[in-house]
């Protein structure tokens, strides 16, 4: 087993170009030939002494100061960017919107909640079990194809519910199957996106992709989804459904080819089966070493837990806390969005001072806060009516809502502002980290990390809400984001003490192609 070498710079760590030494006088009476060719290495450059009666030559600068470099044209200028952009949104917004009318008319049809609750199961499972073998194959495989077949098989089981929806059974296999893919698109689309952005605009990038992802899910249940059911019904919003998915495949169909990184056409599938333990182990192995990109992965895998348990504890919090109806969340709530797409307008910004991994760590304090605060609005509601500091300004008398419910609106803002500092800037580091030829699966066992922690702490959060009430638990989710706010600070301390470092990287075949 060959070992491969790769640097992983710190901040500022790309490599420099050493200037080019000034040329040498030559002496009067020298020819000098018209196309010299530049000296051997094993060959010292020699020479010629100078009369000291000749003058001293005139000095040369060592070198010429080079005009700064211009700033890259928008991402919205780039053609591929925006094509794989749009492919991602039409797919999310979509698939938000099928999901929602699925457990929707699971509840009409067969009126049972464990029903809905195998529906989410039958999601989020995919991630867990596929999740490493579909970073090898991204690896492995052209990812603009991995991309157009996930999408088109997709669309054609989008369809194929049109006769599938009078079965629970077949809407599990379908909902399971679709989001099988979507584990293959997910990776697919996170280790493409390098290869189309320059290294400076990353963040701005991933920051897009993130507003893009907050707005699809907000669209797809707030508008896509009833929209499809009350213009078209069931059956027909599958079709249309189907159609836009299979739309993303023509746009994905411009992009250009991205082969992988090594050429696997000489391996037999017999190899490449027996390849991929060795190749998973060297994507873990590779993970492990860099403190920077497992930190980015546990942090990428908290605000997708966080995401999670938000969604789950916002209409019992409405419900218990607030006295309001559930169905009001989204009205209640809104602030959050509008938090999230102010602060990943301002990413790109605040990362030409501070590192994406001490943005992230911020962020991560702040949601710790903000998540604090909301599991306390009911103490700090009390002690504003006991100072009674509105008088005839009272929110009630203004607004028409409640005291509580106007604290509430106005903490869901910061806690936006936050979540928005998270999510982004970690995938940046994985971009900037992960070895090009490794990006699918480090990409894939991020979300399967993700997933797997977030399952096990869905399940963990619904009985202690249960048995302590929301308000509990909203501190306990606090006390674990603070927990791991301080844990990226101590790995941030161990990382500017190590400094750059080679990274060995083993491979799971005896070649060693050069380094790209």
């Known amino acids: ?49 100078l009369p000291e009666s000749s003058p001293p030559p005139a000095a040369t600068p060592l070198s010429t100061p080079s005009p700064p470099e211009p700033p890259p044209p928008s991402v919205w200028r780039n053609r591929d960017f925006v094509l794989l952009w749009a492919a991602q949104g039409i797919s999310q917004t979509v698939n938000t919107g099928l999901q929602f009318v699925l457990l929707i008319l699971i509840i009409k049809n067969f009126d049972s ?20 073998i579909s970073g090898v194959v991204v690896d492995r495989f052209d990812k603009r194809r991995v991309l157009m077949v996930t999408n088109a098989v997709r669309g054609v089981l989008t369809g194929l519910l049109v006769f599938a929806d009078v079965s629970i059974a077949s809407i599990y296999a379908i909902t399971f199957l679709t989001a099988t893919m979507g584990q293959f698109y997910l990776p697919a689309a996170s280790a493409a996106m390098p290869n189309f952005v320059p290294r400076r605009q990353l963040l701005e990038a991933n ?24 213009l078209f019904g069931f059956e027909a919003s599958y079709i249309v459904a189907a159609s836009l998915i299979l739309l993303t495949v023509a746009l994905l169909f411009r992009l250009p080819s991205l082969p992988p ?10 190899l490449r089966a027996r390849a991929v333990p060795g190749e998973l182990s060297a994507a873990w192995h590779t993970v492990r070493q860099d403190r920077l990109t497992t930190l980015a992965m546990l942090q990428l895998s908290t605000g997708g837990m966080l995401l999670f348990m938000f969604a789950l504890l916002v209409p019992r919090f409405v419900q218990d806390v607030l006295g309001e109806e559930p169905d009001n969340s989204i009205f209640i709530f809104w602030p959050v969005g509008l938090g999230a797409i102010l602060a990943l307008r301002l990413l790109t910004a605040l990362a030409r001072r501070y590192t994406s991994t001490g943005i992230v760590t911020v962020g991560l304090f702040g949601l710790a806060a903000a998540i604090a605060a909301m599991a306390g609005v009911e103490f700090l509601v009390d002690f504003l009516q006991d100072k009674q500091p509105w008088g ?3 929110p009630d008398q203004l607004l028409g809502q409640s005291l509580l419910v106007v604290v509430t609106i106005l903490l869901a803002f910061p806690m936006g502002i936050a979540y928005a500092m998270v999510n982004a800037p970690a995938q ?7 070895p090009a030829d490794m990006r699918g699966r480090v990409f894939s066992a991020q979300l399967m990390l993700a997933n797997g922690i977030s399952m096990v702490a869905l399940l963990a959060i619904g009985g202690l809400t249960d048995a302590l009430g929301v308000s509990a638990v909203l501190f306990i989710v606090a006390g674990m984001t603070i927990a791991m706010a301080f844990f990226s600070v ?27």
């Not at 940046?428 to 992960?434: C, D, I």
């Not at 101590?490 to 790209?516: K, M, N, T």
């Open 261 to 270: 990184e090594r050429r696997f056409d000489s391996e037999s599938w017999r």
């Open 490 to 516: 101590y790995q941030r301390r161990l990382v500017a003490q190590e400094g750059p470092r080679l990274i060995e990287v083993p491979r799971s075949d005896d070649s060693d192609p050069a380094d790209p």
């Open 207 to 230: 920051s897009v992709f993130q507003l893009t992802t907050v707005a699809a899910q907000l669209l797809g249940m707030v508008m896509v989804a009833p929209l499809m059911l009350k």
């Open 428 to 434: 940046t580091v994985l971009h900037e980290r992960a």
């Open 392 to 394: 005839r300004l009272a």
């Open 113 to 132: 909640s464990i029903a809905g609750s195998g529906l989410i199961v039958a999601m989020a499972a995919p991630p867990v079990v596929f999740g490493l």
């Open 1 to 49: 087993m060959s070992m491969r070498r790769w640097r992983i710079f710190g901040r500022g760590g790309r490599a420099r170009r050493e200037p080019t030494p000034p040329s040498t006088p030559t002496p009067q009476g020298v020819p000098v030939p018209p196309e010299p060719s530049p000296p051997s290495a094993a060959t010292p450059l020699s020479t010629p002494s």
